[in-house]
């Protein structure tokens, strides 16, 4: 079956601009996860779902990172006024249930310059 | 602050031997998770370790986890090439919350 799939593959935009991420998960996955990582670390957690709900966002950097799954299955990371720090792979996954293998997808290289 | 640490950072070795990888973390935790990325490529699940005294392998890859130590190991058995490649832990504490908290990575080269 399909893989976890994302949206676009690379995004360039510049300094202050609005940028939308997208994850299609594994069909019937419940949990999905935001990652961000920079080049040469490990993935930094951002938030996580739990069927529409966040149920753990303490890793958003700052309130211009805000994340949805409004149906449970497809969800959109927003990211407002980018800066050049927020360069970075973001990386998402999905498992069937929480504690589960999680499955990564290939992830979107966001380049703000 | 959970910290996950993971030792060595760099690894060259060569084929046909054997190395471990550390994984060591502050908290208390029973759930750790490794992951391999390959260059300019997305993770890949490798091992669940859920209890302690969990062992699981894979082909030439062993992971074990000792939750009283705080402390999880990835065993290289005599290293082939194709298994150059970064490793990560990941961590999961007691808190209530399913959030992952990744270690550093350890790049590992296999030189044939």
């Known amino acids: 079956g399909a893989g976890v799939s994302q949206t676009p593959s690379n995004k360039v935009t510049e300094k202050g601009k609005y940028v939308e991420l997208r994850c299609d998960p594994i069909?019937?996955?419940?949990?999905l996860y935001w990652y961000r990582q920079s080049l040469g670390q490990g993935p930094e957690f951002l938030i996580y779902?739990?069927?529409?709900?966040?149920?753990?966002d303490s890793g958003l950097p700052n309130d211009r990172f805000f994340a949805v799954r409004p149906e449970g299955s497809v969800s959109t990371l927003k990211i407002q006024r980018t800066e050049r720090g927020d360069s970075a792979v973001y990386l998402c996954?999905?498992?069937?249930?929480?504690?589960?293998?999680?499955?990564f997808g290939p992830g979107t290289r966001l380049l703000v310059l | 602050e959970l910290k996950v640490e993971q030792n060595p950072l760099f690894l060259s070795m060569q084929e046909g031997k054997n190395y471990t990888i550390y994984c060591n973390y502050s908290?208390?935790?029973?759930?750790l998770y490794w992951y391999r990325q390959d260059p300019g490529k997305s993770l890949e699940s490798l091992f669940v370790?859920?209890?302690?005294?969990a062992v699981k392998q894979e082909g030439r890859l062993m992971a074990s986890l000792d939750t009283k130590a705080r402390l999880s190991t990835l065993h290289i058995t005599a290293a082939v090439h194709d298994l150059s490649a970064t490793y990560f832990c990941?961590?999961?504490?007691?808190?209530?919350?399913?959030?992952?908290?990744f270690g550093t990575g350890t790049r590992l080269k296999v030189l044939a």
């Open positions: 996954a999905s498992s069937l249930m929480l504690q589960e293998t999680q499955y």
């Open positions: 069909s019937g996955h419940t949990a």
């Open positions: 779902f739990q069927g529409t709900g966040a149920a753990d």
């Open positions: 908290t208390t935790s029973d759930r």
């Open positions: 370790l859920l209890s302690n005294g």
């Open positions: 990941a961590v999961v504490p007691y808190s209530g919350t399913y959030k992952y908290i």
